[in-house]
């Protein structure tokens, strides 16, 4: 029986109608799609040559078809349906490959697409899956610090928008924190946007910490499907607080010397290990009844040796406390005597020095800045005694500490002459007066009888309390020389008689060759008055006598000075004898 016009066309429509009641039992074919991206379905038919049209559809939790895309494949012309959720989202391609841009949760259905031909209808449904990758997670509101032996909230670790939901898991140093009744405690909490069917998932933790976690780095990680499978986001690490109470205190000496003397500033420093570290202790000072609560530095300044002992700190309660000992050193000198001292020449001195030391000293003698071997001592000043004395002590041990004290000792002495000449053999004589005192005497010369002062003189250097005054002279008769020496202790006065006879002679302190001398001088003397006798006539006689008389006069004043030379004296009145003779 042939069918009518009729019947043919509305064959397609049958078909159609009869597919839609159909449900393959085919396996699905899955499109994963990334939330926000656009979702590409290829229709997974071979194009019939005797198409029709094409469309697609979805179905609902009812099992009722929505159709969503239209395409005619000899118009070539597309239509998409009314449904409000994918309104300027949807693209048909002529191979009938539907994309939905900007994908969405809501997205997440069976979608079928029918090829219609005149004698069959083709469907192929594909499963759309989408996944949102959630935000990185983090710990909000952290704890500002915990305390040990005390469960407390650490914080809460969250990760947003999210789909499917996912799971967080905590870390401790980088291994999973267990559950643990009293210790570890976690809270899991999941939230959809019913706009969007996003998840953002959180989970808070407490925690009770030992000491040990002072510097753990806490840290959460979000676990989560995604196109390629379960993937892992970690979180920052989070360091956190741990207060711990102080189970041991420590004093400690700062000093920028490993020994402490007399004088010095004493910085003592106390330190607990507890977190956060004690900010005020109480200290413990030798010689203070009660203690001292100061802040963890207690300083002394200029200390005496009597602050040497044992120093305490301990923590405000009394408890937990640390001690040490400290020495101060110190080093005393006793300089007997001491400062500015004069003495007289001849008498003894004793000189002490003597030291008390908190540990070995090394003592050391100074004169005038040259180091002594021995310390000085005096039976007899002289004056090369005088000078500025230094006893020093140090300990080697101690930096810095050393000591010293002076004596400054002068050695006075009255003045004392001693008279020397020489006649050399171009007549001129060469006078000496050694002189001995301090402090320096004043050297004058002068000849007796005329009083008249000798300027031209010649001084040594001044050694040891010596020094000589020197005048040369060539006497036309004989005369007598003074040399006056004179201090602030006394006045002393040598004379001695020079002849104006010009035969070499020395007058040195040896007795004995002083007698020889003389006796050559006689000699000579008594040669030249025979002589001279003999030379002047009776004519004359008259006139030599009166002017050899004269001479003999002067002479026999300079003879009765105490101190002058016997010897020549002798000889002067020998020789006037034997003139008048």
């Given at each position: 029986m042939m069918e009518s016009p009729a019947a043919t066309a509305r064959r397609?429509?049958?078909?159609?109608?009869?597919?839609?009641?159909?449900?393959p039992g085919l396996g699905l074919y899955t499109v994963n799609a990334v939330y926000g991206d656009t979702i590409v379905m290829p229709c997974r038919q071979e194009i019939p040559a005797d198409l029709m049209f094409g469309k697609w559809k979805y179905e609902t939790a009812n099992d009722s078809p929505v159709f969503i895309a239209f395409r005619s494949s000899t118009k070539k012309n597309v239509q998409y349906d009314d449904v409000p959720e994918y309104k300027d989202r949807l693209s048909l391609s002529e191979n009938y490959t539907l994309s939905i841009r900007n994908a969405r949760i809501s997205d997440e259905k069976r979608f079928v697409c029918m090829l219609v031909t005149v004698d069959n209808v083709f469907e192929e449904p594909t499963i759309v899956k989408v996944f949102k990758r959630p935000s990185q997670p983090e710990i909000i509101h952290p704890a500002n610090f915990l305390e040990t032996e005390k469960l407390k909230m650490l914080g809460e670790c969250i990760a947003r928008e999210s789909y499917p939901e996912g799971n967080i898991t905590w870390y401790k140093n980088g291994n999973i924190l267990q559950p643990m009744e009293g210790v570890v405690v976690m809270s899991l909490q999941k939230i959809v946007d019913q706009s969007s069917g996003l998840f953002t998932t959180s989970s808070s933790l407490q925690y009770k910490p030992t000491k040990k976690d002072a510097k753990a780095q806490f840290s959460c990680r979000v676990t989560y499907y995604g196109p390629a499978g379960q993937e892992t986001i970690p979180s920052q690490p989070v360091v956190f607080d741990i207060h711990y109470p102080t189970e041991k205190v420590t004093i400690k000496v700062l000093s920028q010397r490993n020994m402490i003397k007399e004088g010095d500033n004493i910085t003592l420093k106390c330190s607990g290990n507890g977190n956060p570290p004690p900010q005020e202790f109480l200290f413990y000072i030798p010689g203070e009844r009660e203690?001292?609560?100061s802040s963890d530095t207690y300083i002394m300044t200029d200390v005496r040796r009597n602050a040497t002992g044992e120093y305490k700190c301990s923590l405000i309660d009394g408890s937990k406390e640390d001690s040490t000992n400290i020495t101060i050193h110190y080093l005393d000198l006793s300089l007997t005597p001491s400062g500015e001292v004069t003495k007289q020449i001849g008498e003894a001195l004793l000189v002490s020095c003597t030291i008390a030391?908190?540990?070995?000293?090394?003592?050391?003698?100074?004169?005038?800045?040259?180091?002594?071997?021995?310390?000085?001592?005096?039976?007899?000043?002289?004056?090369?005694?005088?000078?500025?004395?230094?006893?020093?002590?140090?300990?080697?041990?101690?930096?810095?500490?050393?000591?010293?004290?002076?004596?400054?000792?002068?050695?006075e002495g009255k003045p004392?002459?001693?008279?020397?000449?020489?006649?050399?053999?171009?007549?001129?004589?060469?006078?000496?007066?050694?002189?001995?005192?301090?402090?320096?005497?004043?050297?004058?010369?002068?000849?007796?009888?005329?009083?008249?002062?000798?300027?031209k003189t010649e001084e040594s250097k001044y050694v040891n309390g010596r020094f000589s005054s020197k005048i040369v002279i060539s006497p036309e008769e004989n005369v007598t020389l003074t040399c006056i020496a004179e201090n602030q202790l006394?006045?002393?006065?040598?004379?001695?008689?020079?002849?104006?006879?010009?035969?070499?002679?020395?007058?040195?302190?040896?007795?004995?060759?002083?007698?020889?001398?003389?006796?050559?001088?006689?000699?000579?003397?008594?040669?030249?008055?025979i002589v001279v006798g003999?030379?002047?006539?009776?004519?004359?006689?008259?006139?030599?006598?009166?002017?050899?008389?004269?001479?003999?006069?002067?002479?026999?004043?300079?003879?009765?000075?105490?101190?002058?030379?016997?010897?020549?004296?002798?000889?002067?009145?020998?020789?006037?004898?034997?003139s008048e003779a």
């Open positions: 397609p429509l049958l078909l159609l109608l009869a597919a839609l009641c159909l449900r203690a001292i609560r030391s908190s540990t070995k000293a090394t003592v050391l003698w100074l004169k005038d800045n040259t180091r002594m071997q021995t310390s000085p001592t005096f039976s007899s000043l002289q004056y090369q005694d005088a000078g500025n004395y230094i006893c020093e002590t140090a300990q080697q041990e101690v930096e810095g500490l050393k000591k010293r004290k002076t004596l400054s000792l002068t050695v004392q002459i001693k008279i020397t000449k020489k006649t050399e053999s171009n007549k001129s004589k060469t006078i000496i007066c050694h002189v001995e005192g301090f402090p320096k005497p004043a050297v004058q010369w002068t000849i007796t009888g005329s009083g008249s002062i000798i300027n006394e006045r002393t006065v040598t004379s001695m008689n020079v002849s104006a006879i010009s035969i070499p002679e020395y007058d040195e302190p040896d007795d004995r060759n002083g007698y020889n001398r003389e006796k050559v001088n006689d000699q000579a003397k008594l040669i030249v008055g003999l030379l002047l006539a009776a004519l004359v006689a008259g006139i030599v006598y009166w002017v050899y008389m004269k001479r003999s006069k002067t002479a026999s004043k300079h003879v009765a000075k105490d101190l002058g030379n016997t010897e020549e004296n002798k000889k002067l009145e020998e020789n006037n004898h034997k």
